[in-house]
T-cell receptor, first 114, second 114 residues
Framework: DAGITQSPRHKVTETGTPVTLRCHQT?????MYWYRQDPGHGLRLIHY???????DKGEVSDGYSVSRSKTEDFLLTLESATSSQTSVYFC?????????????FGEGSRLTVL | DAKTTQPPSMDCAEGRAANLPCNHS???????VYWYRQIHSQGPQYIIH???NNETNEMASLIITEDRKSSTLILPHATLRDTAVYYC???????????????FGQGTELSVKP
């Protein structure tokens, strides 16, 4: 258990509405990530953070923004949701204290955009 | 990061060893081999990683060929709960702030049967 909590776990929304997904960690890790998973595409990195207020884009960042105002929370925002953003979203952390680089994932947030 | 090739699916009898192969013929000297698995509807789970020596932990063993162009993940006594998609990934462990840029391919869907 990596102490990662994602919320909400399930959400249905309509096209054009804003959506924010929250990733909360309890172990004070520096690196946090947002992935999306879609059939036929596997897991793709959206954004990641390497510290408070330090974020960078991943491979599929268009249409998404992130914020990290404190170590424990990494927020993913869809400013105006589209049907193509229907997906399962996973948050992950790296336990840099162990210096092994592996990712630990949350349980996922399933988003449906109608 | 080097690309990997895995068989799309495999079956294994419960209690027997499951041997999951992975080809990574373009791996470079500083790239590690990581294995993850994803049980249906859950977040991916880290299993093991290695550079060139064989590795073993409480979950599995990793055998890397001498030329490092392929590896095998071994689950010594597969159980029904090991049914999952298994991902083989190679990446440079040293790229910390890009640690989330793991390229998840399609993986191998392992079915453990009674």
């Amino acid at each position: 258990d990596a102490g990662i909590t994602q919320s909400p776990r399930h959400k249905v929304t309509e096209t054009g509405t804003p959506v924010t997904l929250r990733c909360h960690q309890t172990e004070n890790h520096r690196y946090m990530y947002w992935y999306r998973q879609d059939p036929g595409h596997g897991l793709r990195l959206i954004h990641y953070s390497y510290g408070v207020k330090d974020t960078d884009k991943g491979e599929v960042s268009d249409g998404y923004s992130v914020s990290r105002s404190k170590t424990e929370d990494f927020l993913l925002t869809l400013e105006s949701a589209t049907s193509s953003q229907t997906s399962v979203y996973f948050c992950a952390i790296t336990r840099t204290s162990t210096n092994t680089g592996e990712l630990f994932f949350g349980e996922g947030s399933r988003l449906t955009v109608l | 990061d080097a690309k990997t090739t895995q068989p799309p699916s495999m079956d294994c009898a419960e209690g027997r060893a499951a041997n999951l192969p992975c080809n990574h013929s373009t791996i470079s000297g500083n790239e590690y081999v990581y294995w993850y698995r994803q049980i249906h509807s859950q977040g991916p789970q880290y299993i093991i990683h290695g550079l060139k020596n064989n590795e073993t932990n409480e979950m599995a063993s990793l055998i890397i060929t001498e030329d490092r162009k392929s590896s095998t993940l071994i689950l010594p006594h597969a159980t029904l709960r090991d049914t999952a998609v298994y991902y083989c990934i190679v990446r440079d462990r040293g790229i910390y702030n890009q640690g989330g840029k793991l390229i998840f391919g399609q993986g191998t869907e392992l079915s453990v049967k009674p």
